[in-house]
């Protein structure tokens, strides 16, 4: 069956090498995982939270372990994966530092999605006095999951901090790339990163390795 995938999660797909293994935190329905399964064999986990999510992706025939990300990833052992995925789910969680230094832990490079809070539309909204609510940004301030609000700049400092190389930064908005001005124009922010050899990560007990081909 041909899937067809929003245009944001078909240039991450783009990215994924064919056969490569691949951890997707905070998966979703597991729509991407099983795009990746199909069409480029890739060996693919995922790990999410909602119940009606986890069932989805079973459906999809994706492995996913349900489990709060905020616990870490001590089940999976170091460089475990090709790439680790973190799209649009980084902002919800709390130890946001904690997280990345573990997706560097267990993978060999990595994708990560997240609404840039300095797009335009939030500027004028904050500068209007009001929370702002987008596309991006769908929710009210008195309902957001979202805990942490970023910006590519933000985000790029971060990275460095926990020990990333920056392979690629973009911008995109509506699926469309956005070069000129990107912190300005851009609605979501992509980052690829790969972590730097010698630098520090967590090291936690009892890990399993990544599936099996």
């Not at 300095?118 to 609510?133: D, F, T």
């Amino acid at each position: 069956m041909s899937r067809t995938l929003r245009s944001d999660l078909m240039l991450v797909a783009d990215w994924i090498e064919p056969g490569s293994s691949v951890l997707d935190l905070g998966c979703g329905d597991g729509s991407l995982l099983a795009y990746l399964q199909e069409e480029k064999g890739c060996r693919c986990y995922g790990v999410e939270i909602d119940d009606a999510n986890v069932l989805a992706g079973i459906e999809n025939g994706v492995n996913i372990i349900q489990q709060n990300l905020e616990e870490g990833l001590a089940m999976f052992s170091d460089k475990s994966f090709d790439t680790v995925l973190e799209l649009q789910s980084l902002q919800v969680v709390r130890q946001t530092e904690k997280i990345l230094r573990e997706i560097g832990r267990v993978g060999r490079s990595s994708i990560v999605t997240f609404p840039n809070f300095a797009y335009w539309r939030n500027r004028i909204a904050l500068v209007g006095g009001r929370m702002p609510v987008t596309k991006t940004l769908p929710y009210e301030w008195y309902d957001t999951p979202n805990l942490r609000f970023s910006t590519l700049e933000d985000f790029a400092d971060l990275a460095r901090q926990s020990g990333f190389e920056i392979v690629e930064r973009m911008a995109l908005h509506e699926g469309r790339r956005i070069d000129w001005l990107p912190n300005l124009r851009g609605s979501l922010a992509v980052f690829r990163l790969h972590r730097v050899l010698g630098s520090p990560a967590p090291d936690e007990p009892e890990r399993i390795d990544s599936p099996a081909p």
